[in-house]
């Protein structure tokens, strides 16, 4: 097990492109968990997974902004038309709904919007 | 509202001091409590996860102690060492099925 793994690392786009990021959870996890992080700033939550039901989504999650999880496994998030104020660390996380929801972070995505 | 606050913002002192880093958080009613390492640019790394029945947990030269009552939390990094040099967070957990709410973190830095 390779534990959460996120692609790309980083993205370098210009304002009003589309980007979408992927996130591969740990095999066995059936909760997976989107956070985003601005510069200075901890993680906050965007929204999470719970098999392929998308059960509760932050009010930082405008309509630009889409998630899913279509079989229940990896997940992407696309950001339509970015802004700059969208560059921030993108982080996954994945965990078991059972054993305490110990939430396992991957190594984020960075984007970058000039 | 329920938030989690950590101060200093920034912390620097030189190798081989013992530091604290100081969590707090409004609602007592938490679920566990767990603090991270992120090096720049980088993911994050869980240190120590604290459940809400227990007082502290210790890894080598690191020990976080709990204290719901009063809303607070603290790392105690022993002798420190210039790789330690990183940021430090604090997240809390309300329920089984919520998210993650994180402080802002400390951003330490060891002196050789």
């Known amino acids: 097990d390779t534990g959460v793994s996120q692609d790309p690392r980083h993205k370098i786009t210009k304002r009003g492109q589309n980007v979408t990021f992927r996130c591969d959870p740990i095999?066995?996890?059936?909760?997976l968990y989107w956070y985003r992080q601005t510069l200075g700033q901890g993680p906050e939550f965007l929204t999470y997974?719970?098999?392929?039901?998308?059960?509760?989504k932050s009010r930082l999650l405008s309509d630009r902004f889409s998630a899913e999880r279509p079989k229940g496994s990896f997940s992407t998030l696309e950001i339509q038309r970015t802004e700059q104020g969208d560059s921030a660390m993108y982080l996954c996380?994945?965990?078991?709904?059972?054993?305490?929801?110990?939430?396992?972070f991957g190594a984020g995505t960075r984007l970058s919007v000039l | 509202k329920q938030e989690v606050t950590q101060i200093p913002a920034a912390l620097s002192v030189p190798e081989g001091e013992n530091l604290v880093l100081n969590c707090s958080f409004t609602d007592s009613a938490i679920y566990n409590l767990q603090w991270f390492r992120q090096d720049p640019g980088k993911g994050l790394t869980s240190l120590l996860l604290i459940q809400s029945s227990q007082r502290e947990q210790t890894s080598g030269r690191l020990n976080a102690s709990l204290d719901k009552s009063s809303g607070r939390s603290t790392l105690y990094i022993a002798a420190s060492q210039p790789g330690d040099s990183a940021t430090y967070l604090c997240?809390?957990?309300?329920?089984?099925?919520?998210?993650?709410?994180f402080g802002s973190g400390t951003r330490l830095s060891i002196r050789p």
């Open positions: 996380a994945s965990s078991l709904a059972r054993g305490g929801n110990i939430q396992y």
């Open positions: 997240a809390v957990l309300y329920s089984s099925a919520s998210k993650i709410i």
């Open positions: 997974f719970q098999n392929e039901a998308q059960l509760e």
């Open positions: 095999s066995e996890h059936n909760r």
